[in-house]
């Protein structure tokens, strides 16, 4: 080694212990965060104690009517919300009571359709009016209550969220399920505008944390999980490796086989529903 280079590795070496001797613990607390477990290594998870073995799941798939050509946005709302409250008392009186009533992913505001700007106006807000009614019936039921919808956030202004809300027994709103991603990769010529986590993932960890975006809501009849995404197997894999046992899902682009493979993959239950239009109709 020549001189240069051993005066270069005594400053490098003064620097490093310098650095070390003037560095409180603290900071170096600081420096390295801790990083979330999303997996145990012994493929276990958390679970809440299961109040019975058996869960009732209703699903319900109805005629919405599309607030986009409703006389208002506030009529077609009630039209709509009055709809939901009609199969949701129906669930409720016939049969055995549910555990789970599963609607589709847009039974208060339809598909609407146009530019983003133009489809924003039929949203709704998560908790909001429509949640608290569906609450009160929750409530009465004794049931949890999952459905899709359009929805806007004050904290997202300008965008348009594609929200699964999940109200439970007590009639709160327990979680509100984003969708994680859109399927525009598989056609590129239309766009898709609502905001999903994929779109805004780095702001979206740095506001509600990692763990959030496959989140897994612990219940007294286990795990579960909502989506609307489609034909995406390594989403449905990693809210598995997160300890969902039940996936419900609000949208699945009319593919049954798609609902039948992931739960036969990721070894979970799963339950569907889509939305119904008149020309589907037998």
């Known amino acids: 080694m020549n001189k240069t280079m051993k ?8 620097s490093l212990g310098a650095c070390t001797a003037e560095t409180p613990p603290e ?10 477990q999303l997996v145990r290594p012994d493929g276990t998870y958390p679970t809440k104690p299961l109040e019975k073995d058996v869960v009732v799941v209703k699903v319900v798939q109805n005629i919405t009517e599309n607030i986009q050509q409703s006389e208002s946005i506030e009529a077609g709302l009630a039209e709509n919300l009055g709809r939901m409250q009609h199969w949701i008392d129906k669930a409720c009186t016939e049969g055995k009571k549910p555990d789970f009533i599963l609607f589709n992913e847009f ?20 908790p909001g009016p429509e949640t608290d009614a569906l609450g009160e019936m929750a409530k009465a039921c004794d049931t949890y209550i999952i459905f899709g919808s359009y929805a806007r956030d004050a904290e997202w202004p300008g965008h348009i969220l594609s929200l699964n809300p999940v109200i439970n027994r007590q009639g709160k ?15 590129a010529s ?4 609502t905001t999903t986590i994929e779109n805004v993932r780095d702001k979206f960890r740095a506001k509600y ?13 286990g795990n579960i999980a909502v989506s609307t995404v489609q034909i995406d197997p390594l989403v449905f894999a990693a809210f598995a490796m997160r300890g969902t046992e ?4 609000t949208a699945t682009g009319f593919t049954p086989a798609d609902v039948r493979a992931i739960a036969y993959y990721n070894n979970f239950y799963s339950a569907m529903s889509n ?8």
């Open 7 to 14: 005066l270069l590795a005594g400053i490098l070496l003064f």
């Open 27 to 36: 900071a170096e607390q600081q420096a390295a965060p801790e990083i979330p």
């Open 107 to 126: 039974p208060l505001t339809g598909y609407s359709s146009g530019s983003r700007e133009e489809k924003r106006k039929y949203t709704i807000e998560i």
């Open 173 to 187: 709103v327990a979680y509100r399920f984003w969708k994680t991603r859109n399927a525009t990769r598989y056609d």
């Open 190 to 193: 239309g766009e898709v505008p």
């Open 209 to 221: 944390g990692i763990e959030a975006e496959y989140p897994v809501l612990q219940t007294e009849f």
């Open 246 to 249: 039940i996936m419900f899902r």
């Open 275 to 282: 939305m119904a239009v008149p020309a589907m109709l037998p």
